[in-house]
DNA sequence: GATTCAGATATTATCTATAATTTCGTCGCA
DNA sequence: TGCGACGAAATTATAGATAATATCTGAATC
C-alpha cells in the first residue's frame, strides 16, 4: 500500500514542495535547485524539473530559462487578486452546488466552522477552513473549477501562514454560520452572497489591533 | 533573434502541441508518445515530458501514470463548465479593467469586431474574437487572473474549431457592439453583463438552423 | 468458439553523463 | 580603496542509456 506504486516520484516531489512553500518552511525568492532536491529525494533531478512545471502552473514558482526556479514572491496586490478570482469562482461553485447539499453534508460543513473556531494554531486552522469551503463547493462536480479553487486556496493558505506565524488568536466564524444559516433555508444566493464578501477580505490590508500586533482578516 | 535562445524547447514543445490540440489537430484521446514526439522536434524525450506537465496543467491533456500521456476529452459539459468559468473571470477582470480603458483600446476593440464579423473562416474569427477580449480584459492588470482566462480560451477555442470544422459563416456580433456601446458611456455594470450572457453562451448546446445545419453560438 | 495465460513488443519512468550558461569570488589595476 | 575583468565553481539543459511496466499477439485449453 505504498504512496511510492500509485504516484510518480516527480508528484511526490511537488507536493511535498508545495507544502513547503505554502507552509512559508521554504520562503519567497528562495532558489529551488534541483540537484540538491533530486539528492535529497534519493533520485534525479529530471522528475524533479517535472516538479518543477507543476509548481509553476500552480503559481507557487516562477522559473526563468537557465536562471533557475524561485519560490515565487507574493505582494499583497496579488493575495487581493488572488481573493478576488476565489470569491468569484467559489460563488459560482456555490450557487451549482446547491441545489445538491444534503443535511449530513451541511452538518459535517458547521462541524469544520466548530473546529476552525476552536482551533490553537493556524495549522489547524486552515485546514477545518478549507474543509469548511470544501464540503459545500465538491457537489457542483465542476472537476475543472474546484481544481482551480484549490490552487487559489494554497496561494491564500501561504498568505495566512506567512501573516500568522506563531500568534494565533482564536475567532468564532460568523460567516460561515450565516453561509450554512442561509444554506438550510434554501436561500442560496444570500450564501453566495456572504460567500463573497467573506473570501474578498483575504486580502484586506492588516489592520492594528487593540493589542497592537498586526492582523489581516482572512477566510 | 532566434525563439530559440529566449525560449528553452520545452516551451517550444508545449506551444505547438497546445496548437495542434486546440485546432484539433490532434484529437481527443490520441495518445502522445513522448519518444514520436521527441523524434519529430530533434529532441530527446526529457523536454517533451516537460511540456506535457504544462500541457496537463493547462488541462490539454491528461496523464496517468505508466500509461502515458492522451489529448484531454472534452465533453459538452466540460464546455460548459469553463464557459462559466470564463463568465465569472471575463466580468471580474472587466471591472477593473474598464476605469483604465482608453479610447484608442475601445477603438482597437471595435476593429476587431469588424474583423471577426467579416472573417471567412474559423481561425480567423477566433483570432479576431480573441483580440477583442484581451483588448478589453488586459488593463486590468491581474497578470494571473489573465493567465486563467487565457488557458479558459484556448479549450473554449478547441470546441469552436471542433463544431465548425470547414463551414463558417459570416454573422455580425451583437454582443460585442453592446458591450463597447455601454463601456463607452462608461456604465461598466451593463457591460459586464452582456459580457456575462455572451461567455455562457458557449457552451449552449448546438441548435439546427433554417438551413438544417448544426449550429452552436460561440463567444 | 470463447477465454485465459504466456511471451514478445512497445512505451514509460528513471538514471547517468555531457555540454553550455550563469554566477560568484578573486585578482589586478586605477 | 573602489572598480572592472577574468576564471573557477555551480547549476541548468539536454542527450543517451537502462530498468520496469503496460499492451498486444497468439496459442493452448476449457
Redesign the interface.
Known amino acids: 500500500m505504498s504512496a511510492t506504486n ?3 516520484i ?2 511526490r516531489i511537488c507536493r511535498i514542495l508545495a507544502e513547503r512553500i505554502v507552509t512559508g518552511e521554504l520562503e519567497p525568492g528562495a532558489k529551488l535547485r534541483q540537484d540538491h532536491i533530486a539528492e535529497e529525494f534519493g533520485t534525479s533531478h ?1 522528475p524533479v ?2 516538479a518543477f ?2 509548481l ?4 507557487l514558482a516562477v522559473s526563468e ?2 536562471r533557475g526556479v524561485r519560490v515565487a514572491s507574493f505582494s499583497l496586490e ?1 493575495v487581493r ?2 481573493a ?2 476565489r470569491a ?2 467559489e ?2 461553485a456555490l450557487r ?1 452546488a446547491a441545489p445538491h447539499l444534503t443535511p449530513s453534508i451541511l452538518n459535517q460543513a458547521e462541524e469544520a466552522t466548530v473546529e476552525a473556531d476552536n482551533a490553537r494554531d493556524v495549522r489547524s486552522w486552515e485546514g477545518a477552513n478549507r474543509r469548511f469551503h470544501r464540503l459545500l463547493l465538491t457537489p457542483c462536480g ?4 474546484l481544481a ?1 479553487i484549490d490552487d487559489l486556496h494554497a496561494v491564500s493558505a501561504r498568505f495566512l501562514f506567512a501573516t500568522w506565524r506563531s500568534d494565533w488568536e482564536v475567532r468564532p466564524d460568523h460567516d460561515h454560520r450565516a453561509i450554512l444559516a442561509f444554506l438550510r433555508q434554501g436561500r442560496t444566493e444570500n450564501a453566495a452572497a456572504v460567500l463573497e464578501r467573506h473570501v474578498q477580505r483575504i486580502g484586506q490590508k492588516p489592520v492594528k489591533n487593540a493589542s497592537g500586533g498586526a492582523f489581516a482578516i482572512v477566510g
Request: without cysteine; glycine residues 4%; negative net charge.
Open positions: 500509485e504516484d510518480t516527480a508528484n529530471v524539473r517535472e512545471r507543476r509553476e502552473a500552480q503559481g530559462p537557465r496579488e487578486e488572488v478576488e478570482m468569484a469562482l460563488v459560482l451549482h465542476m472537476p475543472r473549477l482551480a
